[in-house]
């Protein structure tokens, strides 16, 4: 799964048609789309937004959308760019203790961060300046 700096949502697409959208690709029957759409929406606590459109939507309810959309096909791992690089303090908090938790069942997360706070949620930070390794650290969670 990706998630996306700048969210990439779809704009004529409602917040369900994009979170539904990769379990298209994956030819997933439709009764199995709704049921699964409809579960992450309400982990996410953006059920109530689900035929919304992304501009009617608050940064952090993007994010969130953003997030359902790379889970929805529950991927062995996620990439995500700067995942909170968009949002608030509290919406960040949120975005990083859902990828936190995420990961607790399994998933793996390779985020890409100029943030020192997001950086303590992770298991190892590699720092890079102008592409070469410098650091490699192991946090204590």
Do not use: C
């Not at 704009?11 to 369900?16: G, I, T």
């Amino acid at each position: 799964g990706f998630v996306f700096q700048s969210f990439n949502l779809i704009d004529e697409l409602n917040v369900f048609e994009n979170v539904e959208l990769p379990l298209i690709y994956l030819s997933v029957k439709a009764s199995e789309r709704r049921r699964r759409v409809t579960e992450i929406l309400n982990r996410m606590n953006i059920s109530h937004r689900a035929k919304h459109f992304p501009q009617q939507l608050s940064g952090g309810q993007q994010q969130r959308v953003a997030i359902a959309r790379a889970v929805i096909a529950n991927p062995q791992l996620i990439l995500a760019d700067e995942p909170t690089g968009n949002l608030d303090s509290k919406n960040g908090q949120e975005v990083m203790e859902l990828l936190s938790e995420l990961n607790r069942e399994g998933t793996t997360i390779i985020m890409v961060t100029h943030s020192q706070h997001d950086s303590t949620y992770a298991h190892r930070v590699l720092h890079l300046f102008d592409g070469t390794l410098v650091k490699d650290l192991t946090n204590k969670l």
